[in-house]
């Protein structure tokens, strides 16, 4: 680890996210079982924390809320000291990370006397700077980053288990040996995070590539927009349309972040904001 790095102060992030009910659930009466967490930290970054509770556990909301917050919580904790300065550094602090919420988790479901599996989820969390994204992924969904001059880059890929549509789980006795890490550097302009819901809408499956059509209007709008409550409820209604739902019927959730730069007249006449973050489980 090295010295603190304050990220450069013109920029900053435009976050918008949702996490929605599926048709498949809305017909069984289930609730979401994904949850998103993020969060804008001083000095430029962002973290993201995207979880997909598993449908045939009975407290998977709680599992995938309690993982992504307690992720975050960490990642956003660790980077108030030094920050990590090479691959390795900061494999070792998403790792760290990882272990942290899970056994947020293992605490959960003792709390309630129910086996660790009754709280399956996956979990992926991606840290994303001006100059850098790194992501740790267990189980299925991904994370992509824009980088202003080509089409979406992939940082991590879904994962599957040996049979088609079986995943891998955080709460799994092996997950740290299922962790896939990913790691960009140079030039980011905007991050996407989806859970197993949007990825045949998303992905060219099987090679888990993002279709430039899906995520590029939509980082676009989310860079033009001023009011990110409109955004997220434009967000929200996009992902309840027909042409979305008529393609997946599984909980959806869609975490975008647009960076914005700042100009030395605004940078000069307000002070550092302080972190910003939205949690949703629904």
Same mark, same amino acid.
Request: net charge negative; charged share 20%; with cysteine.
């Given at each position: 680890?090295?010295?603190?790095?304050?990220?450069?102060?013109?920029?900053?992030?435009?976050?918008?996210?949702?996490?929605?009910?599926?048709?498949?659930?809305?017909?069984?009466?289930?609730?979401?079982?994904?949850?998103?967490?993020?969060?804008?930290?001083?000095?430029?970054?962002?973290?993201?924390?995207?979880?997909?509770?598993?449908?045939? @556990?009975?407290?998977?909301?709680?599992?995938?809320?309690?993982?992504?917050?307690?992720?975050?919580?960490?990642?956003?904790?660790?980077?108030?000291?030094?920050?990590?300065?090479?691959?390795?550094?900061?494999?070792?602090?998403?790792?760290? @990370?990882?272990?942290?919420?899970?056994?947020?988790?293992?605490?959960?479901?003792?709390?309630?006397?129910?086996?660790?599996?009754?709280?399956?989820?996956?979990?992926?969390?991606?840290?994303?700077?001006?100059?850098?994204?790194?992501? @740790?992924?267990?189980?299925?969904?991904?994370?992509?980053?824009?980088?202003?001059?080509?089409?979406?880059?992939?940082?991590?890929?879904?994962?599957?288990?040996?049979?088609?549509?079986?995943?891998?789980?955080?709460?799994?006795?092996?997950?740290?040996?299922?962790?896939?890490?990913?790691?960009?550097?140079?030039?980011?302009?905007?991050?996407?995070?989806?859970?197993?819901?949007?990825?045949?809408?998303?992905?060219?499956?099987?090679?888990?590539?993002?279709?430039?059509?899906?995520?590029?209007?939509?980082?676009?709008?989310?860079?033009?927009?001023?009011?990110?409550?409109?955004?997220?409820?434009?967000?929200?209604?996009?992902?309840?349309?027909?042409?979305?739902?008529?393609?997946?019927?599984?909980?959806?959730?869609?975490?975008?972040?647009?960076?914005?730069?700042?100009?030395?007249?605004?940078?000069?006449?307000?002070?550092?904001?302080?972190?910003?973050?939205?949690?949703?489980?629904?």
């Amino acid at each position: 680890m090295g010295q603190t790095t304050e990220v450069a102060p013109q920029h900053h992030w435009h976050v918008v996210g949702v996490s929605a009910r599926g048709v498949a659930h809305i017909k069984q009466g289930t609730p979401c079982q994904d949850s998103h967490v993020w969060r804008a930290l001083p000095g430029g970054a962002v973290v993201v924390a995207v979880a997909d509770g598993a449908g045939s @556990a009975a407290l998977s909301q709680l599992g995938s809320a309690r993982a992504a917050l307690a992720v975050v919580d960490w990642v956003a904790e660790l980077l108030k000291g030094d920050w990590p300065q090479d691959d390795n550094d900061w494999r070792d602090m998403l790792i760290a @990370a990882l272990q942290t919420a899970h056994d947020s988790v293992v605490g959960a479901a003792s709390k309630r006397k129910v086996n660790l599996r009754e709280l399956a989820t996956t979990l992926i969390v991606l840290v994303a700077t001006p100059q850098l994204a790194v992501a @740790a992924q267990v189980g299925d969904g991904a994370a992509i980053i824009m980088n202003g001059k080509s089409d979406p880059v992939m940082v991590t890929t879904p994962q599957t288990g040996e049979y088609i549509n079986e995943t891998i789980f955080f709460t799994s006795p092996d997950y740290l040996k299922a962790v896939q890490f990913g790691l960009w550097r140079g030039e980011v302009t905007g991050v996407g995070v989806i859970s197993d819901g949007l990825q045949r809408l998303a992905l060219k499956m099987p090679e888990g590539i993002p279709h430039p059509a899906f995520f590029n209007p939509l980082l676009q709008f989310l860079h033009e927009s001023d009011d990110l409550h409109d955004a997220e409820q434009q967000l929200r209604d996009f992902l309840a349309s027909d042409r979305i739902r008529e393609r997946a019927d599984d909980d959806l959730t869609l975490v975008l972040g647009a960076l914005h730069h700042v100009s030395e007249a605004q940078h000069a006449s307000t002070e550092r904001p302080a972190d910003k973050e939205q949690v949703e489980s629904r």
